[in-house]
């Protein structure tokens, strides 16, 4: 059983910066594929990042440049930096994983179908 716990939110100013954390535990986190994913008010949950087992990542193009997302396998810890902040950015921000041993490819990372397990959420709020 994979457990997933977010942390790193709060308030936070605009044009700051800001690591979320997402510790797992249970499994082999070696092996999951991770993902970030969002929801502000009143809108529907977005995709952000994943990271893949071997570290490599992928970014939703509305976030890239922004947005890093990367993962300590040794600490069974993925991150979320974000780089200047914006109101936008105000969110419940949720990670996801799935078992990488399973089919998957670049092209579904993106859908929260695919992923097995759900942290709680820690909430983001960025004031102006």
């Known amino acids: 059983q994979v457990r997933l716990l977010e942390s790193g939110g709060g308030l936070a100013q605009a044009g700051g910066s800001l690591r979320l954390s997402c510790a797992a535990s249970g499994g082999t986190f070696s092996t999951l594929t991770l993902a970030w994913f969002r929801q502000g008010p009143g809108k529907e949950r977005e995709f952000l990042a994943a990271?893949?087992?071997?570290?490599?990542?992928t970014y939703d193009e509305r976030v890239k440049g922004r947005f890093t997302a990367s993962r300590d396998n040794a600490k069974s810890t993925m991150y979320l930096e974000i780089n200047s902040l914006k109101p936008e950015e105000t969110a419940v921000y949720h990670c996801?994983?799935?078992?990488?041993?399973?089919?998957?490819?670049?092209?579904?990372?993106?859908?929260?179908?695919?992923?097995?397990?759900w942290g709680q959420g820690t909430q983001l709020t960025v004031s102006s």
């Open positions: 996801a994983a799935f078992d990488s041993s399973r089919d998957w490819n670049w092209r579904n990372v993106r859908s929260a179908n695919v992923y097995d397990y």
């Open positions: 990271t893949v087992a071997s570290g490599s990542t």
